[in-house]
């Protein structure tokens, strides 16, 4: 049974006339006819009584009319829906952020319009570290990923900087250099910084924004002492709330723990920033996945904090 003969039965069904129905098929009644036969043969069962002035459906043949029609209509949905995945209109995005990418008013603003031109595509997001990011993106279980420096570089993904950010210090409210910062209020120095105790967040031995910090102290001859290493920059911002040491945050999160962490300039942050780098597979072909790398590179190119 095909689809063709269900289309043929419904038009006879709903015209009662095999001359008429063929007419609507663009076909010639004779070979309408014989396919009618064919089906009922292969159905074991008689669909339509003829007569005179027509055709009239037996009660298989009203109850097969029922199912046949529905059967079309999905097919027809069926067809519909596949369109629109062709198009990547329609389809699943599996999309990866840290915290700290999360945190920039750019990433939410850039799901809002995804949202809006992409409403037929299920987004799944999952936040995570950079590193197991990375490692989701390159076994295929991500599609993108939004991080800020990358801690590895496996082969197969493609890293793009969308933006670039400075970065912030941040200290507990109550700690001396934070009540200082009331009578004074320029940048704090690297090596104010590097004689409290420093929380990191990264993979250890891996690269990224806080070994370019650890980095940048040592070409300045200084010693920074690590009192902690975390996982991600909440639960870094969390410590520093909590007193446990001072670290340093891409801007775009001063704020969080506002009532007990209070955020500073860096002097010698020129040489440290933070990007906003965006993550993809090479050769992607989950087109949802191409439409929205798309849209982050026109929101990037659009943004003034680029």
Do not use: W
């Not at 001396?176 to 590097?194: Q, V, W």
Request: net charge positive; proline share 6%; charged share 25%.
């Amino acid at each position: 049974m095909d689809i063709r003969a269900l289309r043929y039965f419904v038009a006879v069904a709903e015209t009662g006339h095999m001359t008429r129905a063929a007419e609507q098929l663009g076909i010639q009644q004779p070979p309408l006819s014989v396919q009618i036969k064919t089906l009922e043969r292969e159905l074991g069962v008689l669909l339509l009584r003829r007569h005179p002035r027509g055709v009239a459906l037996t009660d298989a043949g009203r109850l097969f009319q029922a199912e046949a029609a529905r059967m079309l209509q999905d097919m027809e949905a069926m067809k519909q829906r596949m369109t629109r995945v062709a198009k990547g209109q329609a389809g699943t995005l599996a999309v990866g952020f840290t915290s700290s990418a999360a945190a920039h008013r750019f990433m939410p603003e850039a799901l809002r319009a995804f949202r809006r031109t992409h409403p037929d595509v299920e987004l799944q997001l999952r936040e995570d570290n950079a590193a197991e990011l990375t490692e989701a993106l390159a076994a295929g279980r991500l599609h993108c990923g939004l991080l800020r420096v990358p801690v590895a570089r496996p082969e197969g993904l493609v890293f793009e900087t969308l933006l670039r950010e400075p970065v912030l210090v941040a200290m507990p409210s109550d700690h001396r250099l934070a009540l200082a910062r009331h009578k004074d209020s320029r940048p704090l120095p690297l090596a104010k910084l590097c004689e409290e105790g420093i929380i990191l967040v990264r993979r250890p031995g891996a690269p990224g924004l806080y070994a370019e910090l650890l980095a940048l102290c040592h070409a300045k001859g200084l010693r920074p002492r690590v009192v902690a290493e975390v996982d991600r920059m909440m639960t870094n911002l969390n410590l520093v709330a909590a007193g446990v040491g001072l670290s340093v945050v891409p801007a775009s999160m001063a704020g969080v723990h506002a009532h007990a962490v209070a955020y500073a300039r860096l002097a010698d942050g020129g040489q440290l920033d933070a990007p906003l780098t965006l993550v993809s597979r090479a050769g992607e072909d989950n087109l949802p996945a191409q439409h929205f790398a798309a849209l982050l590179r026109r929101l990037a190119r659009e943004s003034p904090r680029s």
